[in-house]
């Protein structure tokens, strides 16, 4: 009985990566699950078919910079354990806006570290003991590789976005908590997620939607900027594995080992939606726009996950083929959930251009 007697909290378990670890854990594990969510824009309960009713599940409306909502539900619930997934993480949008990113990742970690940490010392016994605060983070916090070498958990910090900086700031103020005042933490820092589910603004659902629609679809600089895909899913269960067994104060790389370039990725969307969803004027590729890039465009991540394989026995279940295959399949058939969000509002309008 996976985590049986416990109880979850998952902050930012409306959003992409966080809805995929409450799905996991609701349906793999037997532990009581809180989804503590601001509901921002990128958030979206419809990402949680099946929660209703769930006497497992619980869902709590709070924002993780609000030190004092925080508390009424640490003493409301009691929990064993928080995932903090809560954080702002579109480059784009932190090019333009970097406040936010300042306020949620930096102050909000703070916030929910200095309320863990009351929650944590109050505790004693058994319950004390199996405590853990496990804080995810993303590969950018390394910041850019050349044509060779992966990120390891030992390579020094080096961000190149107000984005991959505020989760920089947030990773070492959770060390700091460990090493200060010793609590129980881990921290997991991962490659690139794609899968069901994905804020329509990311790169792989951006170019689905866009393809389906027959819309140009628009490549930073020449497409070659290579990334390591991870599908959301085989994520989901390194973070519940890293939760169970991980060791306290250590670090885990989680990655897919799926290097593949911007372009690469694009144009294996196309081919995949002339298999599934035909365009009558003709392949998807011709849709194909490259754009001025990204101020900053990080070159290359690639993670090393040896670690988490060798220490914990993860392994992920899909490379990018089978991945990619699941994915532009569930977004054709599952078009209302990103009509949706278009209906409240979205626009697909490029930003982040540094002007």
């Known amino acids: 009985m996976r985590f049986g007697g416990w109880t979850i909290f998952v902050t ?3 959003g992409f990566i966080g809805s995929a670890v409450v799905r996991h854990l609701l349906q793999g594990t037997h532990a009581k699950v809180v989804n ?9 309960l419809e990402s949680l078919p099946g929660t209703a009713g769930n006497m497992n599940y619980f869902f709590e409306k709070q924002c993780i910079c609000d030190g004092l909502g925080l508390r009424r539900l640490f003493e409301k619930y009691q929990p064993d354990a928080v995932m903090n997934l809560a954080a702002e993480s579109h480059v784009d949008r932190s090019i333009d806006g970097p406040a936010e990113f300042i306020q949620t990742n930096v102050v909000g970690t703070f916030t929910i570290l200095q309320e863990a940490l009351r929650h944590w ?13 496990l804080h995810i983070s993303t590969d950018e916090v390394f910041g850019s590789l050349g044509n060779e070498g992966f990120f390891m958990e030992t390579t020094a910090y080096a961000p190149n976005s107000p984005y991959s900086a ?11 908590w460990h090493h200060t005042y010793e609590l129980p933490t881990l921290v997991t820092n991962c490659s690139n997620n794609y899968g069901p589910y994905h804020f329509p603004e990311k790169l792989i659902p951006h170019m689905i939607i866009r393809g389906l629609a027959g819309e140009s679809l628009p490549v930073y600089g020449d497409g070659k900027n290579i990334r390591d895909w991870l599908y959301v899913e085989d994520h989901a269960k390194a973070l519940s594995l890293v939760l169970e067994r991980g060791s306290i104060g250590e670090t885990y790389n989680v990655g897919g080992r799926n290097e593949r370039t911007n372009l690469y990725v694009v144009e294996r969307i196309c081919d995949l939606l002339d298999e599934i969803s035909p365009n009558p004027s003709g392949s998807h590729r011709s849709l194909i726009n490259f754009v001025p890039d990204r101020p900053g465009h990080d070159h290359r991540y690639a993670i ?21 295959y699941k994915t532009v399949r569930w977004y054709v058939d599952h078009q209302p959930w990103w009509r949706a969000i278009a209906n409240r509002g979205y626009t697909a309008k490029r930003i982040g251009l540094n002007r």
């Open 12 to 14: 930012g378990g409306a």
């Open 36 to 44: 503590i969510d601001k509901l921002t824009y990128a958030a979206n």
């Open 304 to 324: 090393d996950a040896s670690k988490l394989e060798r220490e914990l026995g993860w392994r992920a279940e899909e490379d990018f083929e089978t991945g990619i």
């Open 121 to 133: 010392r109050s505790l004693s016994g058994e319950k004390r003991k199996r405590f853990r605060f």
């Open 166 to 176: 505020s989760k920089a700031s947030s990773d070492h103020l959770v060390r700091a």
